[in-house]
């Protein structure tokens, strides 16, 4: 099927599969405890201090009106001779008070909470990343890399946002609004409050209903989002394929049309604000209006003082104000919660593998590596294993040989855990793997992949991945070992020098001999070779096949391999076809047995005699073996 770069067709970022969507309560829910630590002392000190420091400035906020009344009253009596001078200067100090008070207590209150803010995003970040490592291969296999760490770096800064928004914008703002209402039910005309209730709930109303049907507008932005950030990701991490195909201009056409579709869904998203932000202010003023209307009315007939007019004219000022930050930050809260939905989308997301609920650690004694009767699928319609049955002994190597997609690379995934066999069981020295911990398993068992992805760190860093706690003397021995000490040596930064993205400033041969060496530092008791002369020239395979030979000495060790001559040492060698082993023995018995060994050693063999001649008509050392 032909590829339309324009197609909008995407798997949305928010979508995961087995996972219900949340509501925006239960995502609200789900940030509660961030705001109240329960195992930190300190930060729960810190939400209390803050929330005091609130409290007091919203009733230093509303006490300030009050104030400012008795005070303009209080000149007017002055006029008269009833009042007395020192009452006054009393009066407007207080008023000053209340008006430096709701400032100092907010700057107070930010520096108190400002710690609680950003421990809940490192906390929330950390778990989500943990949880991201505790997912299967399936998950990651499914998952696009751009928009899945676009989207948490999103959900994290999200919550803090929301914190602080939901916090110290909207309960606050609400807790001022029923202390106006109170004080105006108990001193005025109930027709006062009724029309500050009637214009704050029409206010909110209009603000959370246009403010949830806006949503769809930030959902569309989201993915899009995503999805231009997934397309740049992928492009240039693949940039190497893009500029040998000369696909630069298809690529741009790809970014271009997410671009379009975000800019097209931004575009609507600023247009619905406008609206929203001119009824907003609609329904302020025309409450403000009433007010005074009402207000001037009540005076001329001597109901109300000068003081009290501009007390309540100060009160919708000081009540709409904030009410039109909560607008904002209604809007905010709520395009945050769609930030965040995905984030706990994936905390929702259970693990496919687990340790079972009572799981003890591996002990490893003889390391008895045994397959019973394994079988295993991806998709429930297509078998990859079919009654898989071997046991490698304790010190012994088998090889595992066959054409690609046989099951090869899957048997050093099932040995990992990081799939489960449907039926049949994995054990090392009698003991299920299911029934034992994840991470006791993994320590137990190191490998060298097929196809070797760094860090983009130094090379130093990337052997001591093996065994983050090694020396550098060790690191430069497991690197002499791999024969990639003396290349190392050679560079101008030697074990400094940085590998680059994915190790691309490395060969892939280099690659392999750092991966190599990152698993003589492991030391495990079980080793897996999957294939891990595969990048390999043949010179540099035969340097390198004594290293390996070394380091799976008195190893349990399982091999999957391409090139025969790799394994002729191998203590036995399984066949494998379409899932099910097919011949094993040793190398000579299988050669003499001429069945799809033999073959597959005369195919090799052939092409290996043809490849040496080519080398001395054209007087060089490296050519490639082509793999069977």
């Given amino acids: 099927m032909e590829y339309n770069p324009h197609s909008t067709a995407f798997s949305d970022p928010l979508d995961i599969e087995g996972v219900k969507k949340r509501s925006a309560m239960q995502t609200i829910g789900s940030i509660l405890p961030f705001l109240w630590p329960a195992n930190n002392r300190e930060m729960q000190i810190r939400v209390v201090i803050a929330i005091s420091c609130l409290l007091l400035g919203r009733i230093a906020n509303v006490y300030g009106p009050i104030v400012l009344k008795d005070l303009i009253d209080g000149l007017e009596a002055l006029t008269t001779g009833s009042r007395a001078l020192d009452g006054l200067w009393v009066l407007a100090f207080i008023y000053g008070l209340t008006v430096l008070l709701p400032g100092a207590l907010n700057e107070l209150r930010s520096a108190v909470f400002t710690p609680v803010s950003e421990y809940a995003q490192r906390i929330f970040g950390l778990q989500t990343f943990k949880h991201l490592h505790q997912l299967g291969m399936r998950f990651h296999l499914d998952r696009r890399t751009g928009g899945l760490s676009r989207a948490i770096e999103r959900g994290t800064r999200a919550l803090q946002q929301t914190t602080s928004l939901f916090a110290f914008n909207i309960a606050p703002t609400l807790f001022e609004v029923a202390m106006v209402s109170g004080y105006l039910a108990y001193a005025y005309p109930p027709k006062y409050v009724l029309v500050i209730l009637a214009a704050v709930t029409a206010y909110i109303l209009f603000t959370l209903l246009f403010t949830e049907w806006r949503t769809q507008f930030r959902r569309e932005m989201v993915m899009q989002e995503s999805r231009a950030t997934t397309i740049g990701v992928d492009s240039l991490l693949n940039f190497e394929t893009v500029k040998y195909f000369g696909n630069e201009r298809y690529e741009a056409d790809r970014y271009n049309?997410?671009?379009?579709?975000?800019?097209?869904?931004?575009?609507?998203?600023?247009?619905?604000?406008?609206?929203?932000?001119?009824?907003?202010?609609?329904?302020?003023?025309?409450?403000?209006l009433i007010i005074l209307i009402i207000a001037i009315q009540d005076y001329s007939a001597g109901l109300l003082t000068t003081g009290e007019v501009v007390m309540l004219n100060t009160f919708m000022l000081q009540l709409f104000i904030p009410l039109g930050f909560l607008g904002s930050s209604y809007r905010m809260i709520r395009q945050a919660l769609v930030d965040m939905e995905f984030m706990f989308q994936l905390l929702d997301t259970v693990p496919e593998i687990q340790d079972q609920e009572y799981a003890e650690p591996l002990v490893v004694g003889s390391a008895t590596l045994a397959f019973k009767d394994v079988h295993f699928a991806y998709d429930p319609d297509r078998e990859i294993l079919r009654g898989i049955s071997f046991v490698?002994?304790?010190?012994?190597?088998?090889?595992?040989?066959?054409?690609?997609?046989?099951?090869?690379?899957?048997?050093?995934?099932?040995?990992?855990?990081?799939?489960?066999?449907?039926?049949?069981?994995?054990?090392?020295?009698?003991?299920?793997?299911?029934?034992?911990?994840?991470?006791?398993?993994?320590?137990?068992?190191?490998?060298?992949?097929?196809?070797?992805?760094?860090?983009?760190d130094?090379?130093?860093?990337?052997?001591?991945?093996?065994?983050?706690?090694?020396?550098?003397?060790?690191?430069?021995?497991?690197?002499?070992?791999?024969?990639?000490?003396?290349?190392?040596?050679?560079?101008?930064?030697?074990?400094?020098?940085?590998v680059g993205e994915r190790g691309l400033k490395l060969s892939g041969g280099e690659k392999q001999r750092v991966a190599i060496a990152r698993t003589i530092l492991k030391d495990p008791p079980i080793l897996v070779l999957d294939e891990a002369t595969s990048a390999l020239d043949i010179k540099t395979e035969r340097e390198i096949q004594a290293a390996l030979l070394e380091v799976a000495k008195n190893r349990t060790t399982l091999v999957i391999a391409h090139r025969l001559s790799t394994i002729v040492n191998a203590d036995e060698i399984l066949v494998l076809d379409a899932g099910r082993i097919i011949e094993q023995g040793t190398h000579n018995e299988l050669v003499a047995a001429k069945g799809s060994y033999a073959e597959m050693w005369r195919r090799q063999k052939e092409a290996a005699d043809e490849i040496e001649k080519i080398q001395k008509i054209l007087g060089i050392n490296e050519l490639h073996l082509p793999q069977t």
């Fill in 257 to 288: 049309d997410a671009l379009l579709h975000y800019m097209g869904a931004a575009v609507k998203s600023q247009t619905t604000l406008g609206v929203l932000n001119g009824g907003q202010l609609l329904v302020r003023v025309a409450c403000q």
């Fill in 458 to 498: 130094t090379i130093r860093y990337n052997i001591r991945y093996g065994n983050p706690n090694a020396s550098d003397e060790a690191v430069e021995a497991a690197a002499k070992t791999a024969s990639i000490h003396d290349f190392i040596a050679s560079l101008p930064l030697g074990y400094e020098t940085r």
């Fill in 392 to 456: 490698i002994p304790e010190g012994k190597t088998t090889a595992v040989v066959g054409a690609s997609g046989a099951g090869k690379s899957t048997l050093a995934r099932l040995l990992y855990r990081f799939f489960d066999t449907q039926t049949g069981a994995i054990e090392i020295d009698g003991q299920n793997i299911k029934s034992v911990t994840q991470a006791s398993l993994r320590s137990a068992v190191g490998i060298v992949p097929q196809d070797t992805v760094l860090f983009n």
